[in-house]
């Protein structure tokens, strides 16, 4: 990148900011702030007296620290460099540049050239002071050395040096009132001077970086949001790497969740515990007790389970002993995949229990309720899909870093299909595709060896899952039905590639798994999805038995899928 190039990036990006500046969105009022302005009233014993307007102080000196560096001679965007960088862009093009545009870059380099906050040079007006009797004069002083002193004495230092030192003779209001002449005038002419360059970027005279024209360059609200994951350990624990959120987590470390947070407190620490009829623990939960209340002369408690469900229950106590627990009531709070999975798989064992305790510190059983009667076969059969479903999502928000809008919508057995195949694709494995013949496309004269499907979104419900791009194949598989692509250019040719009736297409991502030859092809991973028959998908073919293969041989190269 040239230098001037460089020179002009930067510039744009800190005019930009400039630009942004409550003070400078409207350029009318910003040019009547430049101007030094005073308003008279004479009084009738002859008195006259003098008013001049002020923006807010705390304001305006955000808008001079944000125009200093145009100002200062050692910055790579002091105005200088930035109008020898467009002069040089200008010098290099070949083409042909409006001469109201190289009148405006005279015009500005004239301009500018007033403009030095070590200088002495009268841009408004000048002040001298003495006592009436004329003693005590001070020399007089121009407003751009009133304005250097506020810059440098009042603004972003508190010593002076050289010529602005003699503004310091003045008091602050004076400093202030040539500041603010000075610098709006500095901001119009920045302003003025990007306009200059954007008109040239435009002709493609200068060319300029997309981040310098679209990258943030003001926060633009009052209250920062950021989305992640914490952990907590004990207090001596050796801070881990950065990626603790993608690998396992070391010894001591766990998420800091909602449970967890609640949990801080003693008081609030439960351990959930489901046991079978015979005794035996069906699931241990380290739940917490999230709210406390009294109604109608019993207690509740509502206990968040598994970071997903509260369950909210009462109880009696007499002579310090529980009595006649009861269930209250069951809310999710799965607001994420994640979370309905540990859901749904709160809600399989619970299935399979006969009592839930509550036990305290120590261990300490502080009462136990006696569970519904084991759900229906249907209720079940909901159950173990909704396992299925939520840890394919989950699987797949790990893989791919990404945080899937939780699926709440309806969906079927081929969502289930298209879902259990895309996570393991995603894990990198070879999968039954489908049964039947698939449609391709492939330069004339060409049979596709390989059919590639390109990366994509499967909408499932109201969850979009991305989808990583897909190879397509069968050992066996052999085209039919071949016309040519009328008016295509270069030649193509469509067709159906068919395979054996009774097996399927089988898949892989390249970005997951490298295939060498059809022999990592012949035992493809099962769907192994719960409740559903996969002949639909399938065909004859059973999950788990392999497909067939001529002798092994290296693929050819992929070609496109229509």
């Known amino acids: 990148m040239s230098d001037h190039r460089r020179t002009l990036d930067r510039f744009v990006l800190r005019a930009r900011r400039i630009e942004a500046h409550s003070l400078a969105r409207d350029r009318q009022a910003l040019v009547s702030l430049s101007e030094f302005a005073l308003r008279g009233h004479i009084q009738l014993d002859g008195t006259m007296q003098m008013r ?21 001679k050692s910055e790579s965007v002091h105005y200088g460099r930035v109008l020898d ?15 109201n545009i190289l009148v405006g870059l005279a015009e500005l380099r004239r301009d500018w050239s007033r403009l030095d906050v070590d200088g002495t040079t009268v841009m408004r007006f000048a002040v001298q002071s003495s006592k009436i009797d004329g003693s005590e004069s001070t020399p007089q002083v121009s407003d751009t050395q009133l304005a250097a002193a506020w810059l440098y004495g009042d603004l972003v230092h508190v010593d002076t040096r050289g010529r602005k030192s003699d503004g310091l003779l003045f008091p602050v209001k004076e400093r202030y009132s040539a500041a603010v002449t000075y610098f709006a005038h500095a901001v119009a002419l920045t302003l003025k001077t990007m306009d200059l360059v954007m008109a040239l970027h435009e002709l493609g005279v200068i060319d300029l970086a997309e981040d310098s024209l679209t990258e943030a360059v003001v926060v633009g ?13 004990p207090v001596d624990s050796p801070m881990p790497g950065l990626d603790i959120a993608i690998q396992e987590l070391p010894e001591g470390f766990r998420p800091f969740t909602v449970t967890e947070l609640l949990r801080q407190t003693q008081a609030n620490q439960v351990q959930v515990v489901l046991t079978a009829d015979d005794g035996s623990t069906v699931g241990e939960y380290e739940a917490a007790v999230s709210r406390r209340g009294e109604h109608n002369g019993r207690l509740h408690w509502e206990v968040l389970v598994g970071g997903a469900v509260t369950f909210e229950v009462s109880f009696g106590v007499k002579d310090d002993e529980i009595t006649d627990g009861r269930f209250e009531g069951v809310t999710s709070r799965a607001s994420s995949n994640r979370m309905k999975l540990a859901e749904a798989m709160l809600a399989r064992e619970m299935s399979t229990s006969r009592h839930m305790s509550f036990n305290i510190a120590g261990g300490e059983n502080f009462f136990t309720l006696n569970l519904p009667p084991s759900p229906g076969s249907e209720e079940k059969a909901f159950i ?4 299925d479903t939520f840890y394919d999502l989950v699987v797949i928000e790990n893989i791919t870093r990404r945080a899937l809008r939780p699926l709440t919508g309806e969906y079927n057995s081929a969502d289930r299909a298209l879902l259990r195949r895309t996570r393991l694709l995603w894990e990198g494995q070879v ?15 060409v049979v596709p060896q390989v059919i590639m499907m390109p990366a994509m979104t499967l909408p499932i419900a109201d969850t979009e899952i ?46 997951k798994r490298q295939i060498v030859s059809d022999a990592d092809l012949l035992h493809p991973s099962p769907w192994g999805l719960s409740h559903f028959d996969s002949h639909v998908f399938l065909g004859g073919w059973s999950e788990g038995t392999g497909i067939s293969a001529p002798a092994n041989a290296p693929l050819a190269p992929p070609s496109s899928s229509s």
Do not use: Y
């Not at 304001?59 to 200062?72: C, G, K, M, T």
């Not at 270069?490 to 097996?503: C, T």
């Open 52 to 72: 001049r307007a002020l923006p807010n102080e705390e304001v305006f000196e955000s808008l001079a620290a944000r125009v200093r560096p145009v100002l200062v």
């Open 85 to 99: 960088a467009i002069q040089a862009g200008i010098d290099a093009t070949e083409s042909a540049v409006p001469e």
């Open 221 to 233: 609200v009052d209250e920062l949001v950021e989305e992640g994951v914490a952990f907590v350990a």
């Open 384 to 387: 173990d899909i909704s396992i």
């Open 431 to 445: 999968v039954p595709f489908r049964s039947g013949a698939l449609p391709a496309t492939s330069p004339a004269g």
């Open 466 to 511: 991305p989808v990583p791009a897909t190879c397509i194949r069968h050992p066996l598989m052999k085209p039919e039905s071949v016309t040519a692509v009328t008016d295509s250019d270069p030649a193509l040719d469509e067709m159906k590639m068919v395979i054996p009736s009774d097996e399927p297409f089988v898949a892989w991502a390249p970005e």
